[in-house]
């Protein structure tokens, strides 16, 4: 059955690098024990790496039913820990001002701020050319999401997450969290 790549990203806005990985390992213990996902990874994601498959209460989790992705190869869970920015893929968004909100170029003066945020610069900044306010990178806002962080929980192919389940990772989590589905 071919794949389709899709993919739903549960990101921690508030992680620090030190703590990702334990937090992790909570956020897979808690769906495991509601038995949305399998305890044990496997090679369920794509490029090989190791995710954990939808376990017998997998619906409790999602909007409507939809079995469809139960047969694809990529239908896990993945755990991403490390400082990234998790983005839509093929569905690229425009940054919008927080101050104004008009859109402004993705040009290099965007980039040089997203590879600063990347690089460990928490307080990376960019004018807004429309009406010059200086704003954290991680404040402007896109037409698609994106998540600014150190851990995200990505669902491959899976239908559309329901907002009771992601407020309750959050809560285990304790921590803000932004939903970015996208595509490879």
């Not at 104004?100 to 050319?129: F, H, I, M, T, V």
Request: net charge negative; hydrophobic share 40%; proline share 7%.
């Amino acid at each position: 059955m071919p794949h389709n790549n899709y993919y739903q990203t549960i990101v921690d806005r508030d992680a620090t690098p030190a703590e990702a990985e334990r937090l992790g390992l909570r956020a897979v213990e808690f769906m495991a024990d509601e038995q949305v996902i399998a305890d044990e990874p496997s090679p369920c994601v794509p490029g090989g790496r190791m995710g954990h498959r939808p376990a017998e209460a997998w619906e409790s989790a999602i909007v409507e039913l939809d079995e469809y992705f139960l047969g694809l190869e990529f239908n896990g869970v993945e755990v991403v820990c490390g400082r990234q920015i998790f983005d839509a893929g093929q569905f690229a968004s425009r940054p919008h001002c927080p101050e104004c909100n008009k859109p402004r170029a993705a040009d290099s003066a965007w980039q040089a701020a997203l590879d600063g945020w990347r690089e460990g610069d928490a307080s990376a900044s960019l004018d807004c050319p429309h009406c010059a306010s200086r704003a954290p990178i991680v404040d402007w806002r896109h037409d698609t999401p994106i998540g600014f962080g150190c851990l995200g929980f990505t669902f491959w192919n899976w239908p559309s997450l329901n907002r009771e389940f992601i407020e309750r990772l959050a809560g285990v989590l304790g921590h803000r969290v932004v939903l970015v589905e996208g595509k490879l």
